[in-house]
């Protein structure tokens, strides 16, 4: 199988769209030996912020001399994205290794009657064996929607990250923070420690289930504090104090003050590691967090205009990426280049997002999913409201509209800020 040949592999399995539940992938796991038994993982999920946490403590981990690998999802540009090890993406070559020794146990699986796999749990299960061919020491796993029903739900880790509950994918999950909380919260296993910064009653279900499952369970302003000491353009400071002691100073490329919750996140979960693993220290975790990087995530390039890329898709991102904004721009105009997918909280992101004083170009993002420019573009009551139907015509539009000091913001979607982030680097 060529790359090629492995992504067209992949787009065929598209048919079957997503279906959660956990034993397809635990028959394909199985008749694959396991892979995933064959290093230490740590699990993730949460609404937001759960991709950046995976980086940095993948970063962390890296800094303390133990091979990582890293799986999230979904991409910006490359499906190589979805897998790396040491920060490093899987080469091309790699990735269709992994895919096409999969692809043969997915179909030793059909003829013996079993369920087609979906494409996320494909990806799901190369990965795994991409790892365990690396000979990793530990992998982080990203949630890819939920918890409980996940098809990463099938690893047993040394540590469980919930990084915080609001709502989304209520078709999926359920219409409550309650519900949705049960999904997030399906990642934690007998007797593994969970780290979190869920507040209200998403904590009251993440704190049953450790009750339930006697797990430890250190929470953010309870087990761990984190306070923010200072921004750039380019990075912030933060203090953290947890139950093992001090921390003191650490330095996140990462900004935003939802970024400080993350990254104390992550500084306790090392904490935690480190009881065991005694390569980790804090000066590892501070050297992890401050050669961090997480593309598409208030990402900035410089230029005329000062160009920010944040994959923000739901009211919680948009407020966080909306006060980031003002923190680190204040007082300069915005010009939005946005696209959000039809299945998203339009109308929340939109609040939470835009000002009257803004100005927006409306674009499809790259997916089927895209709600249309034109059904969007009135909802939004800002100076000036434009609609182009290509993402590179919007760009165009964007930057001639973003006069003197203006910022030209790409948000509403990961598809859109993928796509406008290969632009743009072109451009660049």
């Known amino acids: ?20 539940g956990l034993k397809r992938v635990e028959n394909l796991l199985d008749r694959m030996g396991h892979p995933e038994r064959s290093y230490k993982t740590i699990h993730i999920t949460g609404t937001n912020g759960k ?86 020491d530990y992998a982080v796993i990203e949630v ?21 509950v609001t709502l989304e994918h209520t078709d999926r999950c359920g219409a409550t923070i309650r519900e949705i909380a049960v999904h997030k919260a399906g990642i934690i296993k007998a007797g593994v420690p969970v780290v979190t910064a869920a507040q209200g009653e998403a904590l009251d279900v993440i704190r049953q289930a450790c009750i339930d499952t006697a797990s430890s369970l250190y929470v953010l302003d309870e087990d761990f504090y984190a306070e923010f000491a200072g921004m750039t353009v380019t990075s912030q400071d933060i203090t953290v104090k947890t139950v093992y002691g001090d921390c003191g100073l650490f330095r ?19 904490m935690v590691l480190s009881r065991g693993e005694p390569r980790i220290t804090v000066n590892a975790i501070r050297d992890g967090l401050a050669g961090a990087v997480w593309p598409g995530r208030f990402e900035i390039i410089p230029g005329n205009p000062v160009i920010v890329i944040d994959g923000a898709h739901n ?73 182009s139907r290509s993402i590179a015509a919007g760009l165009e539009k964007a930057g ?15 598809y859109l800020a993928g796509e406008a982030r290969k632009i743009v680097k072109k451009i660049k």
């Open 1 to 20: 199988m060529t790359y090629e040949q492995a992504l067209n592999y992949l787009a065929s399995l598209g048919k079957f769209g997503i279906s959660l």
């Open 51 to 136: 991709g950046s946490a995976t980086a940095m403590l993948t970063a962390v981990l890296t800094a303390s001399g133990l091979k990582t690998g890293m799986y999230t999802s979904p991409h910006l540009i490359d499906y190589t994205e979805r897998m790396a090890v040491d920060g490093r993406p899987v080469p091309p070559g790699a990735f269709a290794e992994a895919i096409d020794h999969t692809r043969r146990f997915v179909e030793e699986m059909i003829r013996a009657g079993g369920e087609q796999p979906t494409e996320f749990e494909v990806l799901t299960a190369a990965a795994f064996f991409y790892f365990a061919k690396a000979g990793v």
């Open 144 to 164: 890819g929607l939920g918890g409980l029903l996940d098809s990463t739900n099938v690893v047993v880790p040394e540590l469980a990250m919930i990084t915080n």
């Open 252 to 270: 996140i490329n990462l900004l935003g003050h939802h970024q400080v919750k993350n990254a104390a996140i992550v500084v306790m979960a090392a």
């Open 315 to 387: 009211p919680d991102g948009a407020a966080a990426l909306r006060r980031t904004l003002d923190d680190v721009f204040p007082g300069r105009p915005v010009v939005f280049l946005l696209g959000i997918l039809r299945d998203k909280d339009v109308d929340g992101i939109i609040a939470a997002l835009i000002r009257e004083e803004d100005t927006v170009v409306v674009v499809p993002p790259l997916s089927e999913r895209a709600a249309e420019p034109e059904e969007i573009a009135p909802k939004i009551k800002a100076r000036q409201v434009e609609v």
């Open 400 to 414: 001639e509209l973003a006069h003197g000091n203006s910022v030209l913001c790409i948000a509403g979607s990961l």
